[in-house]
């Protein structure tokens, strides 16, 4: 199994910047891709952007130019840095991590953290 603990969430105004650090503990060496997701109230959750334990990293057009996914192999932490926030950027982000045993694949996620955007 896998633990995720997300951090760094709070209120910004329009604008600001935020960033989100997402810590794995457990059975890290089965995660093949880790990824922020993010669900405003009302809204399904969507995919905000992901990366590979190689470094390899995709990100959603609507934020792309804005927000950032880099990890730290040796922390087993990924970190979404968030730009130029908008009010539509308000949402719980959830931290995902998916993982392959030879059992099968599995999804673990975070307890979500807030983001708040408003002036």
């Known amino acids: 199994q896998v633990q995720l603990v997300e951090s760094g969430g709070g209120s910004v105004q329009p604008g600001g910047s935020l960033k989100l650090s997402c810590t794995a503990s457990?059975?890290?060496?089965?995660?093949?891709?880790m990824g922020w997701y993010r669900q405003a109230p009302g809204k399904q959750r969507e995919l905000v952007a992901t990366?590979?334990?190689?470094?390899?990293?995709s990100t959603a057009e609507f934020v792309k130019g804005r927000f950032t996914i880099s990890g730290d192999n040796t922390r087993n932490t990924v970190y979404l840095q968030m730009n130029s926030l908008k009010p539509d950027d308000a949402a719980v982000y959830f931290c995902?991590?998916?993982?392959?045993?030879?059992?099968?694949?599995?999804?673990?996620w975070g307890q979500g953290t807030q983001v708040t955007v408003s002036s």
């Open positions: 995902n991590a998916a993982t392959a045993f030879s059992s099968g694949r599995a999804d673990y």
């Open positions: 457990g059975s890290t060496f089965s995660i093949y891709r």
């Open positions: 990366i590979t334990p190689g470094g390899a990293t």
